[in-house]
Nanobody, 117 residues
Framework: QVQLVESGGGLVQAGGSLRLSCAASGIIPSNNVMGWYRQAPGRQRELVARITRGGFTNYADSVKGRFTISRDNAKNTVYLQMNSLKPEDTAVYYC???????????WGQGTQVTVSS
């Protein structure tokens, strides 16, 4: 089992920045991918960005050039630096841990990000 604890959400004006963090604990498989998804009201949950242990990343087109995902493998922690935030980035952001050994997904509790115009 993997537990995820997120932090860093909040309210920010358009053009501002926020940094999300997500720490994983428990039995951590060596082969995994960590990422962030978001869900706005009335919309489906969507991928924002994800990163493998080796540092390979992929991003949603809507956040490329504005968001940066990184991770500290020693701390089993993933970060999402969000710059140039827009009102359309407003959503609940969920940390995801993908166990690539047992093919299981784990989710954090979600953290609200609100961008005012």
């Amino acid at each position: 089992q993997v537990q995820l604890v997120e932090s860093g959400g909040g309210l920010v004006q358009a053009g501002g920045s926020l940094r999300l963090s997500c720490a994983a604990s428990g039995i951590i498989p060596s082969n995994n991918v960590m990422g962030w998804y978001r869900q706005a009201p009335g919309r489906q949950r969507e991928l924002v960005a994800r990163i493998t242990r080796g540092g390979f990343t992929n991003y949603a087109d809507s956040v490329k050039g504005r968001f940066t995902i990184s991770r500290d493998n020693a701390k089993n922690t993933v970060y999402l630096q969000m710059n140039s935030l827009k009102p359309e980035d407003t959503a609940v952001y969920y940390c995801n841990f993908g166990d690539l050994v047992l093919y299981r997904d784990y989710w954090g509790q979600g953290t609200q990000v609100t961008v005012s115009s």
